[in-house]
């Protein structure tokens, strides 16, 4: 009997491997991320894609995978959304508590001193010492969060020719005008810190911004004082009478 040659196998298919939707992906990517970006923001999407993912999954009949990715996405999802509602009260909390101790600063006042500690002003709390005002300024504060500031410049009567409170209020008022490009109001008299003043109002620009001043000069005696407070002209009906406030609180220890 002739040698039969044996039949070949039959080819063998190459199994398919099931594909993982994006969907459950991105589920699981926004469910790690609710833990570090914000768990509402990112857990809520988290739970949706993980619910649509599966889904998908189930109904594919094999042709698509990731079930372990989805379920994983949907899980941390939930775990992220639950400590993102318990945490709203905490939130609301300290929200309610940075309100609270940004209205105790404002209603505190304290006193920021000159570098040689002659040139005193009572501010708010939430104001402090500035360096970048002017250059000349032998004191400098400000509040930036509610865009006020006030610098101090002194100056010696014998330093220069010798004028009288209105001939120097209108010299540094020419100043103030000249730097931002301002317009102003007659000046009034006042006392501040036992002295005479001259003080005025003044509105003009800033870097682009419309602000309102209100620049007060001091005689000590032997010095001419020029105070120089400035906001925003939006926030000068809430803020004219604090500047004025805070003007009337300084105070020269500079003797003639």
């Known amino acids: ?32 991320l609710s833990f570090t970006c914000g768990w509402l923001f990112t857990a809520v999407p988290a739970v949706l894609c993980g619910h649509v993912a599966r889904t998908k999954i189930r109904k594919s009949a094999g042709a698509l995978g990731g079930k372990g990715i989805a379920t994983a996405g949907l899980i941390l999802g939930y775990i992220a959304l639950v400590l993102g509602i318990l945490g709203i009260p905490l939130l609301v909390s300290m929200i309610q508590s940075d309100h609270e101790r940004l209205q105790r600063l404002s209603t505190k006042r304290k006193e920021i001193a000159s570098d040689d500690s002659k040139i005193k002003i009572s501010v708010p709390g939430t104001w402090g010492k500035m360096t970048d005002l002017n250059n000349w300024a032998s004191l400098q504060v400000g509040d930036t969060r509610n865009r006020t500031y006030l ?62 001043i209100l620049h007060t000069t001091v005689d000590d005696g032997g010095h001419f004082q020029t105070i120089t407070t400035w906001t925003t002209a939006s926030g000068w009906q809430q803020q004219k009478e604090l500047l004025r406030e805070i003007t009337r609180t300084f105070h020269s220890e500079n003797q003639p």
Do not use: C, N
């Open 1 to 32: 009997m002739a040698d039969e040659t044996p039949a070949s196998p039959p080819p063998v298919s190459p199994q398919t491997v099931p594909h993982t939707p994006a969907i459950a992906i991105w589920s699981l990517i926004l469910a790690v």
């Open 151 to 212: 610098f101090v410049i002194t100056e010696a009567k014998g330093d220069g020719p010798e004028m009288t409170l209105q001939t120097y209020h209108q010299h540094a008022r020419d100043e103030t005008l000249k730097h931002f490009q301002a317009l102003g109001s007659e000046p009034i008299s006042l006392t501040i810190d036992g002295h005479p003043a001259l003080q005025d109002e003044l509105s003009g620009t800033d870097k682009g911004t419309s602000v309102a």
